[in-house]
C-alpha cells in the first residue's frame, strides 16, 4: 500500500488512487488563497493543484501537460497537477505559492 507524504501526514492509500483526493480527504490545504473556491474541482483545466511530486506516480496525461504548457505554468519545471496524477508507489508532496502553486516559495513540504 502507497504512502503519501505531505504537510507532516503520512497518508496510506490504494495504488491509483488520485493525488488531489488523497490529500483533500486528509485536510490537506492544496490550494492557495482565491483559488481555495475558484478552481475547476479536478478536471484539469485550471492548474491550480500543482504540486512537486517526488516518487512513483502516473505519467502525465494530456490535460497535465496540456494545463502546465499554459502560463503562468512551464513544461519545463518539476510540477504536477494533483488532479490529474495517481499514486502508484511511495511519493512525497511538496506545495508552493502562488494562485496556481507555480511561485518559488514553499508553502508545505512533506515534513510540513
Not at 37 to 50: D, F, P, Y
Not at 56 to 62: F, G, T
Not at 71 to 89: D, F, K
Request: aromatic residues 6%; proline residues 4%.
Amino acid at each position: 500500500m502507497p504512502k503519501v507524504l505531505a504537510e507532516g501526514k503520512t497518508i496510506d492509500c490504494e495504488q491509483g488512487s488520485n493525488l488531489r483526493e488523497i490529500l483533500l480527504q486528509n485536510s490537506i490545504e492544496l490550494y492557495n488563497g482565491g483559488a481555495r473556491v475558484i478552481n475547476c474541482r479536478g478536471i484539469g483545466s485550471c492548474g491550480t493543484c500543482t504540486v512537486k511530486v517526488e516518487g512513483k506516480v502516473s505519467a502525465a496525461n494530456w490535460r497535465d501537460r496540456a494545463r502546465r504548457s499554459l502560463p503562468p505554468h512551464s513544461p519545463t519545471t518539476n510540477l504536477r497537477l494533483a488532479c490529474q496524477t495517481q499514486v502508484l508507489g511511495n511519493v512525497k508532496v511538496t506545495k508552493f505559492d502562488g494562485f496556481w502553486g507555480q511561485g518559488s516559495r514553499i508553502v508545505w513540504t512533506p515534513k510540513g
